[in-house]
């Protein structure tokens, strides 16, 4: 049997309402500090009643169960009949009304038909509202989250419930309460300058304490930008359910991919994208419109939430800083639900470009650039025999090259090659296992570029070295293919007398290179796939990370070149 349909610990609808335990450990989490002074989860009203009664922090509403019907449901619990004179009818339909909202509240975080629907605590109805506060209509007094007594079994035995009436707050709000933990006197160590006063005499005036008020007007003047963050993230999962109701032709949901077998990725595109977008603009509309707040409003939220990060990390508060910049890029992507730009919405705020990039640096442009780098840093390999079969792989060619990666959604060696630098400058052992994981991630990469490079057409077979012969169709490329012949792999031998054997055979034109090149990546392949890299050095994973890189770089001038 139910008791409690809402706990201090709840957090309901993306952050939207969130118990009181819950806001402390939200806070907790942002500043480190606080986890000494955490109180015990029934010791919350400590908190609670000191920043409501100084009006620092206000919950959005209050949850109230009334003494008698708490009484009934622990009876319930209990298996006792109900004390004193018989249930009425008002406490049996009140009982009805939360068992309900038990469910309704359950459901609505389904995939189930409830999904498009108001949360019960934004849309009360059906008696459930008499079980809300609003406080501004019911302003704190001290004895506002006053327990509720309740007999246990034996009438002698009573219990303090202590979640009769339970403040709810919103995620962001965890921020303010983070704020006032940073405001306040600072000592160090509590040491006294009069105290030393009184030893000495002489010594000069000076300060013991520092002090940091509490700002706070921020979230008060951007209060409703706030409200509208918290309603878009809340509601935004609807968008999938509303594009589907408004389309159930388009088949939303469904995985759709490459191959026969349609297996592949999750995607959403074409008129089902379209529908989708559509969905989460009316939902970011909605979200606006329900707290009056226009587009440069929320503008000035993002702004203010994106100095406010600035400010807190150059204080080292980096917890504190990520939550606020975490806002505002929710404020800019609620922008761009509208049909906004990112370009337009930065240009609107004070400095826009600058605190997205310090926060969210373009992940694309980024692996982007580092891929490039290393291309542009091979592609004088290709030149260096003086008989050429293929074209000379050239700084525009580079720029090509990704951008066909892109179109054919190749993202894999982004990543990889990112990781395989950023690991390579570590000295720990993780690093090894994290290099050898990419490498083998390359060279899988590898394959996918020879299926985008033969096209859906392609009928040669499936293995890797079958489908690199493949990609030497054309008459200049029979070189590369005679000489891969050349590098045959010994059947028995392991990976490094595989790797010994192609070796051992010193390549003197490019043809033989480029095939040296294609049967280490086979190897390679097949190794990091069955069995791993793991025993290998980083030096040797990163000239099997170049081999890969330039097997890729060659099946592209082969087959997308004239």
Request: aromatic residues 10%; contains cysteine.
């Amino acid at each position: 049997m139910v008791v409690h349909f809402l706990t201090i610990d709840e957090s309901l609808a993306q952050g939207r309402f969130i118990g009181p335990a819950r806001l402390i450990h939200e806070a907790a989490q942002l500043l480190p500090e606080l986890k000494r002074l955490l109180p015990y989860k029934d010791e919350w009203r400590n908190w609670i009643d000191l920043i409501e009664g100084h009006g620092a922090i206000i919950p959005m509403l209050r949850w109230r169960v009334p003494t008698n019907l708490l009484q009934s449901l622990w009876d319930r619990h209990d298996r006792n009949s109900p004390r004193g004179t018989p249930t009425d009818a008002s406490v049996s339909r009140d009982l009805e009304t939360l068992g309900k909202f038990h469910y309704a509240k359950s459901a609505w975080s389904w995939e189930s038909t409830l999904a498009d629907s108001l949360h019960p605590l934004d849309d009360p109805k059906d008696g459930i509202e008499k079980f809300i506060e609003i406080p501004s209509q019911a302003p704190w007094h001290p004895e506002i989250y006053a327990p509720a007594p309740i007999k246990r079994k034996d009438a002698e035995n009573i219990t303090y419930d202590h979640q009769n009436c339970i403040p709810l707050f919103r995620q962001w709000q965890a921020l303010a309460l983070a704020e006032l933990a940073l405001a306040g006197p600072r000592t160090l160590g509590g040491l006294r300058r009069e105290e030393l006063k009184n030893k000495w005499p002489s010594l000069v005036d000076g300060k013991d304490e520092w002090g940091n008020e509490a700002n706070l007007s921020g979230f008060d003047k951007h209060l409703a930008a706030l409200e509208a963050l918290s309603w878009n993230a809340a509601y935004r999962q609807r968008a999938l359910v509303l594009a589907k109701k408004a389309h159930p032709d388009l088949g939303l949901f469904q995985g759709l991919g490459r191959g026969k077998n349609q297996t592949g990725e999750f995607i959403i595109r074409g008129a089902d994208r379209t529908a989708l977008i559509l969905a989460e603009e009316l939902v970011a509309k909605e979200a606006l419109h329900r707290y009056a707040v226009n587009e440069d409003a929320l503008l000035a939220a993002a702004n203010w939430l994106g100095w406010r990060a600035r400010w807190k990390d150059e204080s080292g508060h980096h917890k504190v800083a990520r939550a606020y910049a975490l806002l505002m890029r929710e404020a800019i992507e609620l922008n761009i639900s509208l049909g906004r730009t990112l370009n337009d919405s930065l240009k609107r705020m004070d400095d826009g470009k600058g605190l997205v990039e310090r926060y969210f640096p373009v992940w694309r442009d980024r692996v982007r650039s580092e891929l490039h780098s290393w291309i542009n840093g091979l592609a004088p390999d290709f030149l260096q025999f003086p008989a050429q079969c293929l074209p000379v792989f050239t700084g525009s060619h580079t720029v090509q090259f990704l951008d066909w990666l892109e179109a054919g959604g190749l993202f894999a060696a982004h990543m990889s090659v990112s990781a395989i630098e950023g690991f390579g400058r570590r000295a720990d052992d993780d690093a090894e296992v994290g290099v050898a994981v990419h490498v083998s991630s390359l060279a899988a990469w590898v394959e996918h570029v020879c299926n985008e490079a033969l096209g859906p057409n392609w009928t040669g077979g499936n293995a890797l070295y079958v489908k690199l012969e493949g990609c030497w169709g054309k008459a200049s490329c029979a070189p590369i293919k005679t000489a891969f012949t050349t590098y045959a792999l010994p059947r028995a031998a392991n990976f490094q007398d595989k790797v010994n054997a192609i070796l051992a055979v010193t390549p003197s034109t490019q043809a033989e290179w480029i095939a040296r090149d294609a049967r280490l990546t086979w190897a390679i392949r097949n190794e990091g796939l069955h069995r791993g890299l793991f025993k290998f050095q980083r030096r040797e994973m990163h000239d099997a990370a170049c081999i890969l890189l330039r097997t890729a770089m060659g099946i592209w001038l082969t087959t997308q070149i004239p």
